[in-house]
């Protein structure tokens, strides 16, 4: 009885470890876009700011070339990513917010809220244009990363 009891002391604490380990573990990653997104002619993004609520910035796939970004990523607040050119011919295409940022939610239990603020700016043709876009939860589409 002396020798089992050992045993079951570590039996016990092996699978505490791995039912620990395995709810640490049970996170969801997401790719994010913003597909409907419509720029006029010779508009670019010049400029953004993104908050998520619900999940945290895991990570930037690419980052733009001629940006400076900066991030914050807090447990007790929204994350948020903000970004700008730091010259015109640096700016962005539409295309380029498709698959742009990966976030994980790591608890179902709050609620997941992104919205964006992008500003645009049309540097060919005429004066330069510049105007701001309010990016709603609905407009933003999630895919898993493992698909």
Known sequence: ???SLPRMLLAAALLWLTSTAAAADDTHSYRVSIPTLTLGADERITALHIEIKGARLKSLPVVPAGWTLSMRNETSAP?????AVIVGAAAL???????FIVIERSSPEIPLSLRAVLTVA?????PRHVRRLRVSHAQFVLRDVHD
């Open 122 to 126: 049309r540097y060919y043709e005429g």
């Open 93 to 99: 295409e539409a295309d380029a917010l498709r698959d």
């Open 79 to 83: 994350s948020t990513l903000d970004g």
């Open 1 to 3: 009885m002396k020798r």
